[in-house]
C-alpha cells in the first residue's frame, strides 16, 4: 500500500520536474537572438520572414499561451527540424543516442565494476597506507578535467606506446561500434575516471558503516569469516545507497560523454551537440538538452525504486 | 552541532519590550574554537591550505618578481621550447609560459572563487527560504532545483556558449547559475531540522518575524554546513572554469585562464609539445584537490553533512 502511495507520488514529482525542464528549455528558446523564429527559419532570414512566421505560428500570442502550443508539439514527439543537416532533431537523436549510451553505460558499468571493490578494500584497510593511496588517487581523478585526461591518455596510451587507437569506432550501428573495442578503450577509460573516484568513497563509506553493524558483530562471533561477512551481508548492504547515488550521477556521465565524444570523435549524441553548438543549430541543441534532461529524471526515478526494492529499510518520504 | 537554548534564556519571560536573542553565542565560539583545533590536526587539509596560499603568492605575487609580457604577441619568439630564458617555453604566439600560467592562474583562481561564492549565496538563500516556507512552496521550489540538476551543466554551457561570448563578469554569473543547485539542497535540510527548534519557535512565539528567524536563527546555525559547501563548490567552481574556454566560453584573448591554456595547447600537445598543457592542467589538479581536501578537513571539523 505505501509502496503504491511512494511510487505514485515519485512519479508525480519526476513528471513535474520535466515540466519544470520544458519551461527552462521553452525560456531558452525564447533567449535566442530572434527568438524561437530564427531558431527555425534559420540564421538568413529576414525580419519580414520572421514577422510572418511569428503570425502563422502563433508567437505573436501571450508567452503562457505559447508554452501551451509548445507542450502539445512535444507531446507528439517533434522536436522541431536541424537547419544544418534538415533532418528531425527526433530522428537524428534517435540515431545517435543508443551510441552514446553504450559509451556511458560502458563508462558506468567498467567505473562500478573497479570502484565498489576497491571501495570496499579501502574500508577493510581503513588508515592503513593503501587507504590513503587510493583516496589520494580519486582525489586526482576527481579533480581533472576529462578532457585533459583524455589528451594524456592519447598520448601515453597511443603516441608513446602505440597500444591503442586515438580514436573512437566510427561504425553507423551500435554493433559495428562494439565490434572495435581496442578503439573503446580510452574513450571508456576517460568517461569512467571521475567515476571510480566518486563511487569508491561512497563505497568505502558505507562498508565502513555498515561493518560498525550490530548485525557483523553478531555474524563475527557466531564465527562467519570475514571475507563471507564482507561479500555475503556488507556487500549488499553497502550496494544500495550506491545505486541511488547512480541516479544522480546520470548528468554527470552525460556531461563526460560530451567531452569524450569530441575528444575522440565519436559520432554520438555529445559530437551531435558540439556540432550543433559550432553552427548555432538551435533546434538540436534544446531537442538533445530536453532528452538528457528527461533521461536522468528517469535514471534518478528508477535509481530510487530499485533501491526501494533492493533493500526493504529504505523508508519513503526522502524527498 | 550545539545550538541548543541556554537555561537562563528560558521562554515565557517578556520583560524587556525587544524580544530576547537565545542565540548561544559562547556555545558557538567555543564551538569554532574546537572545529579550528580539529582542522589544525588534519594533516591533509593543512596541506591543502598551503597549495592554496602558495598558488595566490604564485599568481598574485608572482608577476612582480618574474615580467613578461602577457599582452603583446613576440611573433620572433613562437613555440619555444624550455629553456633557460622561458623555464617552460614560450605558446604559439610568443607568451612566456610560466608567466601566462600566473597571469591564467589570476582568473581561474578569481572566477572559481566568486563563482563558487555566488552559487553557495544563491543556493543558501533558495535553500532556506524552501526548508522554511514548507509545503507546496518548498516541493515547488525543490522540483526547480531537480530540474536544474537534471540539465547538465556542460550542455547548458555549450548552448549559452552558442548564443552569446560574456566577459569575466558575465562569466561569473553564469557559472554561479548553473551550480548552486547542491548546496541548496544542503541548507534546505539544515534548514528543516533548525526551523523547529526551540529557540525558533519561541522567537516566533513571542512576535517574532520570519525573516528574523531565518537572518538571526536559521542561517548563523546553518553557518558550519554553508562554510563547508562553499568550500566544495569553490573546487567545483575552479574545475568548470577549466571547462568553459574548451566549450567556448571562456576569456578573451589575450587575457587567458588555466583552461584557456589547455585548449590552446592542444594541438601543441599531439605535436609533441607536451609543456604547454601539463603545467596548466596540473595546476587546476593541485587547486582543485587542495580545495577538496580543506572541504573535507572542514567538514570533519564541524561534524556536518555534505558531500562524501
Not at chain 1, 25 to 44: D, E, N
Not at chain 2, 135 to 143: I, K, Q, S
Amino acid at each position: 500500500m505505501t509502496s503504491l502511495l511512494y511510487l505514485t507520488r515519485r512519479v508525480l514529482q519526476a513528471v513535474a520536474v520535466i515540466l519544470v525542464v520544458t519551461v527552462v528549455v521553452f525560456c531558452l528558446l525564447h533567449a535566442l537572438p530572434g527568438g524561437p523564429a530564427r531558431g527555425i527559419l534559420g540564421p538568413q532570414a529576414t525580419a519580414q520572414q520572421i514577422a510572418e512566421f511569428n503570425r502563422a505560428q502563433g508567437l505573436d500570442r501571450p508567452l503562457p499561451v505559447q508554452y501551451l502550443y509548445y507542450l502539445r508539439t512535444l507531446l507528439h514527439g517533434d522536436l522541431g527540424t536541424s537547419y544544418t543537416l534538415n533532418e528531425p532533431v527526433s530522428q537524428l537523436i534517435a540515431q545517435r543516442l543508443p551510441k552514446t549510451l553504450v559509451l556511458t553505460v560502458l563508462s558506468a558499468v567498467v567505473g562500478l565494476v573497479i570502484a565498489v571493490p576497491l571501495g570496499m578494500w579501502q574500508a577493510v584497510r581503513r588508515n592503513k597506507p593503501v587507504d590513503y593511496a587510493v583516496t589520494a588517487l580519486s582525489f586526482v581523478a576527481y579533480a581533472t578535467p576529462v578532457y585533459f585526461l583524455g589528451i594524456i591518455l592519447v598520448l601515453v596510451f597511443s603516441q608513446i606506446l602505440p597500444w591503442f587507437p586515438p580514436q573512437a569506432p566510427q561504425g553507423d550501428t551500435v554493433a559495428q561500434v562494439l565490434s572495435d573495442p581496442a578503439g573503446l578503450v580510452l574513450p571508456v577509460t576517460a568517461g569512467a575516471a571521475s567515476m571510480i573516484a566518486v563511487f569508491s568513497r561512497y563505497m568505502r563509506a558505507a562498508t565502513l558503516e555498515n561493518l560498525s553493524e550490530d548485525y557483523v558483530r553478531t555474524a563475527r562471533a557466531g564465527g562467519t569469516r570475514q571475507h563471507a561477512i564482507l561479500w555475503r551481508h556488507v556487500f549488499r548492504n553497502s550496494l544500495t545507497p550506491v545505486i541511488a547515488m547512480l541516479g544522480y550521477y546520470v548528468p554527470v556521465l552525460f556531461g563526460g560523454a560530451l567531452v569524450v565524444e569530441q575528444l575522440f570523435n565519436y559520432p554520438g549524441m555529445g559530437l551531435l551537440f558540439w556540432s550543433a553548438a559550432q553552427s548555432s543549430d538551435y533546434p538540436v541543441l534544446l531537442g538533445c538538452v530536453l532528452v538528457i534532461s528527461v533521461a536522468t529524471v528517469v535514471g534518478t526515478l528508477l535509481a530510487d525504486i530499485v533501491q526501494r526494492i533492493v533493500d526493504p529499510r529504505v523508508k519513503a518520504g526522502r524527498s | 552541532m550545539s545550538a541548543e537554548l541556554r537555561p537562563d534564556q528560558a521562554p515565557g519571560t517578556p520583560a524587556s519590550a525587544t524580544p530576547p536573542d537565545p542565540r548561544p553565542e559562547p556555545e558557538a565560539a567555543t564551538g569554532f574554537r574546537l572545529a579550528a583545533g580539529r582542522f589544525t590536526r588534519n594533516r591533509l587539509a593543512v596541506a591543502g591550505l598551503v597549495v592554496v596560499v602558495l598558488f595566490v603568492l604564485f599568481c598574485f605575487v608572482g608577476p612582480y618578481l618574474y615580467h613578461t609580457d602577457q599582452v603583446h604577441t613576440t611573433l620572433t619568439q613562437v613555440n619555444l621550447s624550455p629553456s633557460a630564458k622561458h623555464l617552460l617555453g614560450t605558446d604559439a604566439v610568443g607568451h612566456d609560459e610560466l608567466g601566462r600560467l600566473m597571469y591564467g592562474g589570476k582568473v581561474s583562481l578569481l572566477v572559481g572563487l566568486a563563482a563558487g561564492v555566488l552559487a553557495t549565496v544563491i543556493g543558501t538563500v533558495w535553500g532556506a527560504a524552501a526548508g522554511y516556507a514548507g509545503g507546496w512552496v518548498d516541493a515547488v521550489m525543490m522540483r526547480v532545483v531537480d530540474a536544474g540538476i537534471a540539465i547538465p551543466a556542460l550542455f547548458i554551457l555549450l548552448v549559452i556558449s552558442a548564443i552569446t561570448t560574456p566577459g569575466v563578469f558575465g562569466l561569473i554569473v553564469i557559472l554561479g547559475l548553473v551550480s548552486w543547485l547542491v548546496p541548496s539542497r544542503l541548507i534546505r535540510a539544515e534548514t528543516l531540522t533548525l526551523k523547529n527548534r526551540d529557540y525558533v519557535l519561541t522567537l516566533r512565539a513571542i512576535g517574532g518575524s520570519h525573516t528574523r528567524a531565518i537572518t538571526r536563527h536559521v542561517l548563523p546555525n546553518s553557518i558550519s554546513t554553508i562554510v563547508v559547501a562553499a568550500t566544495f563548490q569553490v573546487a567545483d567552481a575552479i574545475l568548470l572554469v577549466a571547462y568553459v574556454s574548451y566549450l567556448g566560453l571562456g576569456v578573451q584573448p589575450p587575457a587567458t585562464d588555466w583552461g584557456g591554456m589547455l585548449s590552446a595547447g592542444l594541438t601543441a600537445a599531439y605535436s609533441g609539445r607536451w609543456w604547454l598543457i601539463l603545467p596548466p592542467g596540473l595546476a587546476v589538479i593541485l587547486v582543485v584537490c587542495a580545495f577538496n581536501a580543506i572541504g573535507d578537513g572542514l567538514r570533519d571539523a564541524f561534524d556536518v553533512r555534505g558531500r562524501g
